[in-house]
Every structure is written in structure tokens, then in C-alpha cells.
């Protein structure tokens, strides 16, 4: 059973950083993408940042490009997101997501997911 569970999420004044971890059990495909999304209160859930299994590549939304930085680390089986430059725009649970490569649909949407994390919170304040 493949279980996911987020840490590192906390409250942080606006251009501090945090760093988001996902550790990963019972992930059997090697070939997968990892995501990161976020939903605020009253807004649907978006996807913030994947990385392909290989490292060979990430996307990342526009909103956050250039202040995140996603990366994994195979061997502990854990996906990083290092936030730089909060905002309070960036006030959100924090969901890490798996899917097999090969699943349907865009690394950005939520459906293509199979597997979530139980979210962390992020709060900036201005």
C-alpha cells in the first residue's frame, strides 16, 4: 500500500522560506512522477511543482517558478520542496501526489494523481 506523508509545513513571515518533505512507502513503479499541490480555502486545488523519477525533469507552475525548487532524493524515497520568497499568496495546504508516468493527464491536474499525502499547512503572513 502506497502511503505518503508530508512534513516541514509551519507558519512564516512573508520572503522567509520553508522546505516541504514528502517520504514516500510501498511506491513499487520505478518510472513515476512526483507532484506538489496546494489548495487555499475556497479555491481548487493547483499544482505547484513534479519531478520525473529519473531527475531528468520538473515543471513547475508560473506563480512559483524561480522561488521553488523541487527535488527528491531516490534512495530515502523522499520529494523536497524548498519555498523561498513566501508570499502570503503561497497560504495553502501543501498535498505531495504520485502517478505512474504513464497515467493520463498533465502533471498539473489533480485527476492524473493516484496516490496523495494527508497535507501540510503553510501560512505566510505580510
Known amino acids: 500500500q502506497v502511503q505518503l506523508v508530508e512534513s516541514g509545513g509551519g507558519s512564516v513571515q512573508a520572503g522567509g522560506s520553508l522546505r516541504l518533505s514528502c517520504a514516500a512507502s510501498?511506491?513499487?513503479?520505478?518510472?513515476?512522477?512526483m507532484g506538489w499541490f496546494r489548495q487555499a480555502p475556497g479555491k481548487e486545488r493547483e499544482g505547484v511543482a513534479a519531478i520525473h523519477s529519473s531527475g531528468l525533469s520538473t515543471a513547475y507552475a508560473d506563480s512559483v517558478l524561480g522561488r521553488f525548487t523541487i527535488s527528491q532524493d531516490n534512495g530515502k524515497k523522499t520529494v523536497y520542496l524548498q519555498m523561498n520568497s513566501l508570499k502570503p499568496e503561497d497560504t495553502a495546504t501543501y498535498y505531495c501526489?504520485?502517478?505512474?508516468?504513464?497515467?493520463?493527464?498533465?502533471?498539473?491536474?489533480?485527476?492524473?494523481?493516484?496516490?496523495w499525502g494527508q497535507g501540510t499547512q503553510v501560512t505566510v503572513s505580510s
Open positions: 501526489a504520485g502517478r505512474e508516468t504513464w497515467a493520463d493527464g498533465s502533471w498539473y491536474e489533480p485527476s492524473s494523481y493516484k496516490y
Open positions: 510501498g511506491v513499487t513503479y520505478s518510472s513515476r512522477w
